[in-house]
């Protein structure tokens, strides 16, 4: 049979590469270590809310004897560094670490198809935000019950309310989504900057440097007109899960800030992989 006769290869199904994605993501030996520091974050909030002698301010305070306050505290103090370094870290290895191993070479001339391919590795940075995020509120939760006491097993909201176990989970859940949203706008832009370069190091430097800027200007009060285009602004609106009744508005428009974080990403990063050399 000539070369001109040949079929052209198939694309192999989509569903099998979101899986091959999956699979490689979960044997790597540091997604597995990363997932079992952040299941450690929320135990070591628990047993310094247990030891301390007095309750202090904010949503650590509110922790004490309330413990199903613990998984929403954890998921928003860990969304201030330790989340985006993981979320950045995956995105990194996903095309700047293909990249420097050789590997991606082989990625772009095979027929699975470059779009596919920006599919497959923003899958898989997703999956990892989900785990993080997922590990932090479930052990949040046990933690929060077993070390530190759910009063009686209801939320005690900031308003002074109190809810059943069931709603007290689903705000839980409410805000690990909401969070995981989040995630996915750094991972938007840290694959644009992963698909730029062959240096994993140069993408972390990148997210976590863009974060420290967002936080330095948010600080400054003659720049106020900077604060919707930051994607830093509203991080703290989880804490309104734990309100009655809740206040959607600031999770809404942090929710919609971080959409346009991911379109921006996901073109920067779909343009250049359709345009990068083999």
């Not at 949503?59 to 993981?86: E, Q, T």
């Not at 940075?125 to 997922?134: C, E, H, N, R």
Request: with cysteine.
């Amino acid at each position: 049979m000539t070369a001109a006769t040949m079929d052209p290869p198939r694309s192999a199904p989509l569903g099998r590469l979101l899986g091959a994605e999956l699979r490689w993501v979960l044997r790597r030996p540091r997604t597995l270590v990363m997932l079992g520091l952040f299941a450690v974050v929320p135990v070591l909030i628990s047993i310094g809310v247990a030891v301390a002698a007095e309750r202090g301010p904010g949503l650590i305070g509110a922790i004490g004897g309330n413990g199903l306050v613990l998984p929403v505290a954890a998921m928003i103090l860990s969304l201030a560094l330790l989340l985006p370094l993981a979320v950045a870290m995956a995105a990194a290895d996903a095309i700047a670490g293909e990249s420097a191993h050789g590997t991606l070479r082989g990625l772009l001339l095979s027929p699975v198809g470059r779009l596919r391919l920006v599919g497959m590795k923003a899958f898989g940075v997703l999956v990892v935000a989900t785990l993080a995020t997922a590990v932090i509120a479930v052990v949040g939760v046990l933690a929060g019950l077993i070390v530190v006491g759910g009063a009686e097993g209801q939320l005690v909201t900031l308003s002074g309310t109190a809810v059943g176990l069931g709603e007290a989970l689903a705000r839980v859940a409410l805000v690990a989504a909401w969070v995981v949203g989040q995630l996915a706008a750094i991972g938007a832009i840290a694959l644009a900057v992963s698909s730029v370069t062959e240096h994993p190091l140069v993408v972390l430097a990148s997210v976590l440097g863009g974060l420290i800027v967002f936080g330095v200007l948010a600080a400054i009060p003659a720049l106020d007109w900077l604060q919707p285009w930051l994607l830093t602004s509203g991080w703290t609106a989880g804490a309104d899960a734990l309100r009655d009744p809740v206040p959607l508005g600031g999770m809404i428009e942090s929710s919609l800030r971080a959409l346009c974080y991911v379109a921006v990403g996901a073109g920067l990063t779909t343009y250049r992989m359709l345009r990068r050399d083999a």
